[in-house]
């Protein structure tokens, strides 16, 4: 069953902890994308991996980092240094050959 | 990133009725234009998309009407369906750059009541 998996669904973070979150693709995309949603603010580029060991700071890379070390995986992390990070995170990928890009289904950060 | 500017930002619609969305963008670069349609707590999923070479793109319910000289796509939906209840998506990209990301507008919350 190809797809893109985000995990978890639900993740609570204390202030001053640091994240990480899930992204896998079984869909042999070579491009990854971390993507924020806020209400009423749309769908804003945190990051994103055109292949392998290599990635580019979207608009608000500030307070996350993230690594490509496989094709299948781009894990995000959120950093103490991400004053907001209470959010909806979706992670998405797209072949080199079609313009259509797939996302997961998301993981909802809350700090408490 | 250039924006695409999205309107309205909440539409509520009867059942039966046309829902009219709007997007406008600035880059001329842009070459590929899809909407997205989003449930509550899911992640989007591509509805239609279309090329600048066709001033207007139809599947089923869904059309897309394009003016490349205003830059400006919108998407419609006949017959609207309190299924079709959802946040859609304007976005743009230049489809020949390989993997440039798609830059999004920022929504429009659709209800459809009956």
């Known amino acids: 069953d190809g797809g893109i998996t985000q995990s978890p669904k639900y993740l609570f973070r204390k202030e001053g902890q640091n994240v990480t979150l899930s992204c896998e693709q079984n869909?042999?995309?070579?491009?990854m994308y971390w993507y924020r949603q806020d209400p009423g603010q749309g769908l804003r580029l945190i990051y994103y991996s055109q292949i392998v060991n290599d990635f580019q700071k979207g608009d608000i890379a500030e307070g996350y980092s993230v690594s490509r070390e496989k094709k299948e995986s781009f894990p995000l992390t959120v950093t103490s240094a991400q004053k907001n990070p209470t959010a909806f995170y979706l992670c998405?990928?797209?072949?080199?050959?079609?313009?259509?890009?797939?996302f997961g289904q998301g993981t909802r950060l809350t700090v408490v | 990133q250039q924006q695409v500017k999205q309107s309205p930002q909440s539409l509520i619609v009867q059942k039966g009725g046309i829902s009219i969305i709007n997007c406008a963008y600035e880059n001329t670069a842009f070459d590929y234009f899809p909407w997205y349609q989003q449930f509550p707590g899911k992640g989007p999923a591509l509805l239609i998309a279309i090329r600048p070479d066709v001033s207007e793109k139809k599947e089923g319910r869904f059309t897309i009407s394009f003016n490349k000289s205003a830059k400006q796509f919108s998407l419609h939906i006949m017959d609207s369906q309190p299924g079709d209840s959802a946040t859609y998506f304007c976005a743009a990209s230049p489809a020949f750059s390989g993997n440039t990301p798609l830059v999004f507008g920022k929504g429009t919350r659709l209800s459809v009541i009956a």
């Open positions: 998405a990928s797209k072949s080199t050959l079609n313009t259509e890009a797939f």
């Open positions: 869909l042999n995309h070579d491009a």
